[in-house]
């Protein structure tokens, strides 16, 4: 069974992220992330595109890992 959590009005507004111990209040954490996480995609399928055979290379390097492992 799902449970779901229902929020209740009290008339007070949800504290902020500063407020909440435990998190971060440093603004646009968020936003560079998503930047970094896209630009290191675009770099990796620029790679795989003009070097080929480098998607090779990391599939090699993968297998002879998880190979190492099984020994």
């Known amino acids: 069974m799902t449970h779901h959590a229902r929020?209740?009005?009290?008339?007070?507004?949800?504290?902020?992220?500063?407020d909440v111990p435990g998190r971060d209040a440093v603004p646009d954490r968020g936003e560079f992330l998503e930047f970094l996480g896209l630009t290191l995609t675009a770099g990796a399928f620029v790679l795989f595109?003009?070097?080929?055979e480098a998607s090779e290379a990391l599939v090699h390097a993968l297998v002879t890992g998880a190979a190492s492992f099984g020994h």
Do not use: D
């Open 49 to 52: 595109v003009v070097r080929p």
């Open 7 to 18: 929020h209740q009005e009290t008339g007070a507004s949800l504290p902020s992220s500063a």
